[in-house]
């Protein structure tokens, strides 16, 4: 079983930088990937978007809306990931979930593990 916690969302202003942790439990020897996600206000959970990931390979990926902006990184040995957003926009206020796989190794996506997730708010 893997479960996920985050931390350090909350308020800022456009064009300033916050920190997304999560904590994960039980990933390390089960998981082969993670991701963070993000649900954008008034929209459903399911039209939200994959905004950075990383394989158990180190591998990353970014979405376009993010690249250059975001950066994930994981520290395996204490089973945390982490998000770092700069030059954050209005835009990228949503509500942003930890997201791990264990199963579907070489698909894209198909997270079957969830934080309860972190609200981040961009204000201009």
């Known amino acids: 079983q893997v479960q996920l916690a985050e931390f350090g969302g909350g308020s800022v202003q456009a064009g300033g930088s916050l920190k997304l942790s999560c904590a994960a439990s039980?990933?390390?020897?089960?998981?082969?990937?993670m991701g963070w996600y993000r649900q954008a206000p008034g929209k459903a959970r399911e039209l939200g978007e994959l905004?950075?990931?990383?394989?158990?390979?180190?591998?990353?990926n970014y979405a376009d809306s993010v690249k250059g902006r975001f950066t994930i990184s994981q520290n395996v040995a204490e089973d945390m990931f982490y998000l770092q957003m700069n030059s954050l926009k209005t835009e990228d206020t949503a509500v942003y979930y930890c997201?791990?796989?264990?199963?579907?190794?070489?698909?894209?996506?198909?997270?079957?593990?969830w934080g309860q997730g972190t609200q981040v708010t961009v204000s201009s």
């Open positions: 997201v791990a796989k264990t199963t579907y190794c070489q698909l894209t996506g198909l997270y079957n593990y």
């Open positions: 039980g990933y390390v020897g089960r998981g082969c990937g």
């Open positions: 905004v950075s990931s990383i394989s158990s390979t180190g591998t990353t």
